[in-house]
């Protein structure tokens, strides 16, 4: 099992977090599962981290299981959630799903191509064969936009933080070095790793793994993406042929 990926930053996430409309960001996954499948009966939300979106989400979606590598994010959930911790590359499931959902990059912490054909891999063995299989991820456009405003620093709950933030055009690498300062004096570090992947490669992946492509949208919305997007919205189904 890797190791806890947001040990030093559960600490800090949601105050990280404060500006991100989950209220809106859930509105628009309900949409994407009311358009491609109405009827779903059972749903999973991968990567859920502190369970925001959940909080939303678990209200319209029956039994939603949340999944996570980080037990320090897992514990900031609602304990009434049902929660399970786990690697999105080797999926604890036996039974299959018929709505699949990750959001905010949360594919990008996937370091190769390798890993990301496994989680393709296993997303086509746990979702049903209606199912419907949604996520965003950043391409090259969003780390070059971005890369300078995510380095800051700040307090929250008497812990002080910095953040830098770098993308390394050469490897498509995005790291994100946290620094917190504990109430002792202590300072602990933990450096977030994402690989920026073509956009082409999702395609190629899914094919490999017996998905294909729905759509693909810009972020939080219904128009098609490319190549020059920053963030997209995948929607993938399995190929039953
Ligand atoms: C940017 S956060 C997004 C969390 C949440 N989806 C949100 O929107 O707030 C990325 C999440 O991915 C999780 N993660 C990273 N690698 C993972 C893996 N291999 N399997 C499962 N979760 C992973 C981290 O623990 C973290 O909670």
Known sequence: MKKDPYKVVSLIYNHLMRTITYHDWAKYISDLQTFYFAKAETYLEIAA??????SYLSKI??????????KSMLLLIDENEK??????????????FNFIFS??????????????????????????????????????????K??????????????????ISNYDIDKKVHKNRFKVKLGNGEIIEEVHTQKIYDFELYFELAENSGLYVVDCFESFTFEDANSESERI?????????
């Open 49 to 54: 981290g502190s369970g925001k979106l959940a």
């Open 146 to 163: 971005n890369a300078k405003r995510l380095n800051r620093k700040g307090k929250y709950r008497g812990l002080l933080y910095k953040q």
């Open 83 to 96: 929660c399970v911790c786990a690697d999105m590359t080797s999926l604890p499931f036996k039974s299959k």
């Open 61 to 70: 979606f029956p039994n939603l299981v949340l999944l996570d590598l980080s």
């Open 103 to 144: 959001t905010f990059d949360s594919i990008n912490y996937l370091e190769n191509k390798y890993e990301l054909q496994k989680y393709f891999n296993e997303i086509s063995r746990i979702l049903s064969n209606d199912g419907v299989f949604t996520f965003d991820a950043s391409l090259e456009k969003n780390s070059i």
């Open 233 to 241: 919205q995948f929607i993938m189904k399995k190929n039953n042929a």
